[in-house]
């Protein structure tokens, strides 16, 4: 049950965090919070320990009832003695388990950073960099820090657990010596007899040794609901669900148009949109471009629901994107974006995603992406796995042109009716981007497309192009219309043509 228990509970955590808005997702006091919610269960062992705590508690308050009413019939004295001292103890432990806690939640902040530190060094991802560098003294320093400061941090803590047992061993030790004397007083002048001497002695020593174990029980349930605090504040931060509209789309995209749109992201005092507007529609592709910091990216975050802009509208079929049934929404998007991401599973599993196989679609997906010209290079076809630390010897890895196929692939099989390539191609070189964007432009002729790219000479070809500048959209036209304009655009373009002669 205690193992069912966590992992349901960490399944659920997870769950719920890819429910949450991604704005939340990118928050460092999210962050924060997340670690601390997940060290009690994950390295104190909190669940485990509450789970076993209770059986042991019920089973102390049946036989300290049972010592107490023999107490109580005989000599109430001892009763109100003991429970005077028991409950002493336990006000003063739990002022002390106060402090522990706070110990251990800053605990699982470092710990956290420890961690980090300890799967960077491991990983081989760094090895070159740290070779060339000679970075090896740097890790190490930090790792020895951190670790010194976390073996301070949890002597501290193991103290105060330490003196919380003395504390409560010499309460222990005054009942006794009071119980002993007492009786031995009360037989000694004929007050009771010798059996109930024996007998009061008996229940004296049991209910000792039972509300030690009760209050340690007692104790240890308060102190694991305390380190869980945090993981009840997190299911609050947790509730936060974004608004989803109740219109469902289905039907493709035909238009998508920016209506003076402002944005800034959270915790931030600076605009990153100021007031943009433009429409795409006809099945044409529209390239985005400008100097870094510009909104690029930021126009893709906000047309795919990741964020909502703090005023003006986001049209899609003449619709306000949140006006429609989220799922729905994004079912219509195919989106690549820079930073895009692989997993440790096969590759026929990283294209689709999706328990309902569609072998028709899937085909065309490798087809199109040009994928199934790779695949007599891996050991199981589609069905090899990418490689990690603990892969079998199948697994391989990807360059970074075959993840690129592979991520179209994906895009292709989702078969969204709004192609977005945000970047992708940043680590490939211009004619291998070049390719790409060919390609793509290929397969999106009946669709709306949108293209971003550094490299302005993979943009000549888009029906549209707009340029933005500080937030706003200052040029708009063919490649042609802009060059003719000889503003910003035509002097970027120039500039990196320049490069190449």
């Known amino acids: 049950m205690e193992s069912k228990f966590s992992q349901l509970l960490l399944k659920d955590i997870s769950k719920k965090i890819m429910e949450v808005p991604f704005s939340q997702i990118e928050d460092s006091e999210f962050i924060s919070k997340k670690e601390e919610a997940l060290f009690p269960i994950t390295t104190l062992g909190s669940v485990d320990r509450i789970f076993r705590a209770i059986p042991n ?167 694991q609901l305390i380190y869980l605090r945090p993981l009840v504040e997190f299911y609050d931060m947790l509730k936060g669900q974004r608004y989803s509209g109740n219109l469902f789309l289905d039907k493709e995209i035909k238009s998508v148009e920016f209506r003076n749109v402002y944005f800034r992201y959270p915790k931030t005092e600076e605009d990153v949109l100021k007031g943009c507007s433009f429409k795409l529609e006809n099945c044409k592709n529209l390239s985005i471009v400008g100097r870094n910091g510009s909104g690029k990216t930021t126009i893709i975050k906000l047309l795919s629901r990741l964020y909502e802009p703090q ?16 799922k729905s929404y994004l079912k219509q998007l195919s989106i690549i974006f820079q930073d895009f991401k692989t997993f440790h599973y096969s590759l026929r599993e990283n294209i689709v995603f999706d328990s309902e196989f569609n072998e028709a679609r899937f085909e065309c997906a490798i087809e199109q992406s040009e994928l199934s010209k790779e695949l007599h290079k891996f050991p199981k076809g589609i069905d090899t796995k ?66 971003i790219s550094h490299r302005l000479s993979s943009c000549r ?15 708009v036209g063919s490649h042609g219309e802009l060059m003719n304009l000889n503003r910003e655009y035509a002097s970027l373009f120039n500039l990196q043509a320049s490069k190449y002669q």
């Open 57 to 223: 508690l019920f089973h102390s308050t049946i036989l300290l009832v049972s010592v107490l009413s023999i107490l109580l019939i005989y000599e109430p004295l001892l009763m109100v003695v003991s429970i005077i001292l028991a409950v002493l103890g336990f006000s003063l432990s739990r002022v002390m388990i106060r402090n522990e806690a706070k110990l251990a939640q800053n605990n699982a902040r470092n710990n956290s950073e420890y961690v980090y530190y300890l799967r960077t060094m491991r990983n081989p991802e760094i090895a070159k960099d740290v070779r060339i560098y000679k970075a090896q003294p740097f890790f190490v320093e930090k790792l020895s820090k951190l670790y010194d400061y976390i073996v301070k941090a949890s002597k501290v803590l193991y103290q105060s657990r330490e003196y919380r047992a003395l504390i409560n061993q010499i309460l222990s030790v005054f009942l006794m010596i009071f119980i002993y004397s007492y009786l031995i007083v009360r037989v000694t002048s004929a007050s009771i007899s010798s059996a109930i001497f024996i007998l009061l002695i008996n229940a004296a020593v049991n209910f000792n040794d039972q509300i030690n174990v009760f209050l340690s029980e007692l104790l240890l349930l308060n102190q």
């Open 311 to 326: 005023s003006g509208e986001i049209l899609v079929n003449g619709v306000n994107i949140n006006k429609y049934e989220e």
């Open 386 to 451: 990418l490689s990690d630390e603990d892969e079998d010897d199948s697994a391989i890895s990807l360059s970074k042109g075959q993840e690129q196929k592979l991520v179209i692939g994906r895009s292709i099989y989702g078969d969204g009716s709004l192609l977005i390539l945000d970047e992708p191609t940043a680590s490939l070189d211009p004619i291998a981007e070049e390719q790409v964007y060919q390609h793509f432009r290929s397969i999106t002729e009946n669709k709306l497309a949108i293209f």
């Open 461 to 475: 070809f888009s029906d549209t192009i707009i340029y933005l500048e500080d937030g706003r959209v200052s040029e």
